[in-house]
């Protein structure tokens, strides 16, 4: 368990409306992802974060935004849902290497959102 | 322009025997390869991983090849479990930032 929980977990919402997802960690990692799963594309980048308040861009991250006021949060803004951005939404974490013996991510629970 | 790709959706498996899950990959700065297993309504979980220094890793039941003048990783699991069924995610992580790269999954089912 590396700590991650995301919320909400189940959202419905309409076209139109921003919406945001929330990631929080509770070790203090320094790298934070945002990911979306889709049927036949696995998991794509939207945002990532090396550091509080230092964010960039994924390989999907049209129509996304991002925040990281805490080491400990991550926000996932969708400033104007459209039904193309219903999906599975997941959060994970990269411990340092100094943690941990292998390199890799670790996942929270996800979000899905319906988007109407 | 999917740089990893898992070409086969699904694989069925009688309990007991291997399972092999392939993956393919052509960006050749990869420097590092994941396999991640997923259940439903859960995150994926890691299972195991390979630098681009070594063609093996093993651990229990599960070893990844990596042929990387082929561009090529495998997963075998021996011997398979009933429990193995899931979503096999391989991944792929480029230089900065430990960003990863996934294939579009393969749903495997062992047969009890």
């Known amino acids: 368990d590396a700590g991650i929980t995301q919320s909400p977990r189940h959202k419905v919402t309409e076209t139109g409306t921003p919406v945001t997802l929330r990631c929080h960690q509770t070790?203090?990692?320094?790298?934070m992802y945002w990911y979306r799963q889709d049927p036949g594309h696995g998991l794509r980048l939207i945002h990532y974060s090396y550091g509080v308040k230092d964010t960039d861009k994924g390989e999907v991250s049209d129509g996304y935004s991002v925040s990281r006021s805490k080491t400990e949060d991550f926000l996932l803004t969708l400033e104007s849902a459209t039904s193309s951005q219903t999906s599975v939404y997941f959060c994970?974490?990269?411990?340092?290497?100094?943690?941990?013996?292998?390199?890799?991510?670790?996942f929270g629970p996800g979000t899905r959102l319906t988007v109407l | 322009d999917q740089q990893v790709k898992q070409n086969s959706p699904s694989l069925s498996v009688q309990e007991g025997r291997i399972s092999i899950l392939n993956c393919d990959y052509t960006n050749s700065m990869f420097d590092y390869f994941l396999w991640y297993k997923k259940y439903p309504a859960e995150g994926p979980t890691f299972l195991i991983s390979i630098s681009s220094i070594k063609d093996k890793n093993e651990d229990g039941r599960f070893t990844v090849f990596l042929n990387k003048s082929a561009k090529h990783l495998s997963l075998h699991i021996v011997p398979s479990q009933p429990g193995d069924s899931a979503v096999y995610f391989c991944?792929?992580?480029?230089?900065?930032?430990?960003?990863?790269?996934f294939g579009q999954g393969t749903i495997l089912t062992v047969h009890p």
């Open positions: 994970a974490i990269r411990p340092s290497l100094a943690e941990t013996s292998t390199d890799t991510q670790y």
């Open positions: 991944a792929a992580r480029g230089t900065s930032y430990g960003k990863l790269t």
């Open positions: 070790e203090n990692h320094r790298y």
